[in-house]
Structures are given as structure tokens and as C-alpha cells.
């Protein structure tokens, strides 16, 4: 069963899709760069336990800086991966931030902003694997990260808006499949 960290003011779900208006002044952020620690972007789960692959299609109305939309795996506020499309000098980048007490940032810049990114995030023991798609069937590595030994994850859909007033995501055909 999914269910909120930080639940937007707006949002709706269907079978296929889950639309949501990021609420404002919203992240995930621990420290690095910026000095600051943010835990109050908006995160649609389930808990699992063991490997996992869970994939989606987002559609979203980038508008402002770092303006984000994606999956996430978490243990807790101080360990987690978020990865999916961040909007950065107006521009669509493919976006992976890694969190042990310290996040990191890496990105790629899509020089053509696509209509929708599909994401693909595998779970092997401790490692995740992040692919993402521009079209839904060839995928590309972004990133391979060390996460956590824990055993039990919290994975599931991720928005925020850092700096603007919101903007709509659409999520579509998330789905788990444990191994």
C-alpha cells in the first residue's frame, strides 16, 4: 500500500497515474554545497523488503530552478537515492542525488527537452542501478551507486520544487517487481 512523507496540497490517483502540484519551497537536501538540510519534498510510497526493480514514465511543466520529478529509494531522512528530470538554467537534466548523511549531485543535460523521461531503478543487495529512457525501450546507465545493507526500503514516486511555487507532474505506469 502507498502511502505519503510530506503529502502535497494537490494530487489525484488513478489506476495508471498519479498527478500531483508540487507545494512550494520543497526538497530533499543534506548539506553539501548549500549548508542547509531540507526533508520536506513530496515522496508516494510503499515499503519493500530485498531487490527490486521499479520503473515510471514522468511528464512534467518544469517552470524554476531545480523544479524536480522522479523515483526514490529511502531508508531514512539521512540515507536515500532520488533520480529522475531536474530543471537547472532552463534546462531538462537527468538527475541522480545520492544521500549517506551528505548528498552528491550528478547530472546530465538533455539538450532537446523531452515530453516525458522513463525511469528504471534496480535494487541488488546494497547497490542501486538508475536507468532512464527517453522513449521507453532503450535505456541508458546514469548511475550505479552503493546505498545501504539495510534490508527494508521505502521506494516510490518523488517531486519538489525548491525555489518556485510548484509545478504539475504526471506519473504513469509505476510499477515494482521484486526479484
Keep these: 500500500m502507498m502511502q505519503w512523507l510530506n503529502e ?3 494530487w489525484t490517483q488513478t489506476a495508471h497515474q498519479v498527478s500531483l502540484t508540487t507545494d512550494s519551497k520543497t ?6 554545497h548549500y549548508g542547509f538540510i531540507r526533508d520536506n519534498g513530496h515522496f508516494f510510497y510503499q515499503t519493500l523488503s530485498g531487490d527490486f526493480t521499479a520503473e515510471v514514465k514522468i511528464t512534467g511543466q518544469y517552470q524554476v530552478l531545480y523544479d524536480q520529478a522522479g523515483l526514490m529509494v529511502r531508508e531514512d531522512e539521512s540515507t536515500w537515492l532520488k533520480c529522475g528530470i531536474e530543471y537547472v538554467d532552463e534546462v531538462q537534466n537527468v538527475s541522480a542525488v545520492v544521500t549517506r548523511d551528505f548528498s552528491d549531485w550528478s ?6 527537452s523531452p515530453e516525458s523521461l522513463w525511469l528504471r531503478v534496480q535494487r541488488r ?3 542501486i542501478e538508475v536507468q532512464y529512457s527517453l522513449n521507453g525501450q532503450h535505456y541508458h546507465l546514469l548511475r550505479l551507486a ?6 527494508t526500503l521505502q521506494v516510490g514516486l518523488m517531486a519538489a520544487s525548491p525555489q518556485g511555487d ?3 507532474i504526471v506519473f ?3 510499477k515494482i517487481t521484486q526479484s
Excluded: H, M, N
Excluded at 547530472?107 to 532537446?112: A, P
Excluded at 552503493?146 to 534490508?151: D, E, F, I, N, V
Design 172 to 174: 504513469e505506469d509505476f
Design 27 to 32: 526538497d530533499f537536501w543534506r548539506t553539501t
Design 107 to 112: 547530472v546530465i543535460e538533455l539538450l532537446l
Design 125 to 127: 543487495k546494497e547497490a
Design 146 to 151: 552503493y546505498l545501504t545493507p539495510a534490508q
Design 166 to 168: 510548484g509545478c504539475r
Design 8 to 10: 502535497p496540497a494537490q
